[in-house]
């Protein structure tokens, strides 16, 4: 079986650019993660979706990030403009429903400097 | 709010000793609990998990018990491998998931 699949694997980026991630999650997986990962952290959920509607986008900074998932099956999510601080790993993930086991992605590392 | 508190790496063994991994949480709710592992190079993966108090999770040779009294669900490891180093989440799950900072484990040869 495929794993949650993200592009690119890693990206650097000047201040004030713009930067997208995608992440196409397990075949038949209804619920979608974004965390993000600052070295010596935890992850820190961003996002989380079921299917193509956001259940929880509480910790996601709205000024500067975005993320859509339309069709309910493949996710973007997009920073703009970005950040020293923003330099961390996003990583996505997905599960069945919101109560069964996560599957990770390998993330995408961003260096803003 | 919930919170994962798990003790500071890096933490390094020799291989065939026993290790463990305190972690604490708070919870308003009745969390599941979990452990991640993430080995170097590679995406976080399920370790081990415990949905209710009393539960014991174990896979791989660890192990860790859901307390509820003291909040706790520790990892331990009878005997450590080299192939074991890695860094260590400690996780819970009320209506999100809620990491630790995680712990660096290097296992010596």
């Known amino acids: 079986e495929a794993g949650v699949a993200q592009s690119p694997r890693y990206k650097i980026i000047e201040k004030r650019q713009s930067v997208a991630f995608w992440c196409n999650p397990i075949?038949?997986?209804?619920?979608l993660y974004w965390y993000q990962q600052i070295l010596g952290q935890g992850p820190k959920l961003l996002i989380q979706f079921q299917n193509n509607g956001v259940v929880d986008d509480s910790q996601l900074p709205k000024d500067r990030f975005s993320a859509e998932r339309l069709k309910g099956v493949d996710s973007t999510l997009k920073i703009q403009p970005a950040k020293l601080e923003d330099s961390a790993v996003y990583l996505c993930?997905?599960?069945?429903?919101?109560?069964?086991?996560?599957?990770f992605g390998q993330g995408t590392r961003l260096t803003v400097v | 709010g919930d919170s994962v508190t798990q003790m500071e790496g890096p933490v390094t063994l020799s291989e065939e000793a026993f290790l463990t991994i305190n972690c604490t949480y708070t919870a308003t709710g009745y969390p599941s609990l979990f452990w991640y592992v993430q080995y170097p190079g590679e995406g976080l993966q399920l370790l081990l998990k415990?949905?209710?108090?009393?539960d014991k999770g174990s896979n791989k040779g660890f192990e860790a018990t859901y307390r509820k009294e003291t909040t706790s669900f520790h990892l331990e490891k009878g005997s450590v491998q080299v192939s074991d180093s890695a860094v260590y989440f400690c996780a819970l799950r009320d209506d999100k998931i809620i990491f630790g900072k995680g712990t660096r484990l290097h296992i010596l040869p």
């Open positions: 993930a997905s599960s069945l429903a919101a109560n069964f086991e996560a599957f």
């Open positions: 415990a949905t209710k108090a009393d």
């Open positions: 075949s038949g997986h209804a619920t």
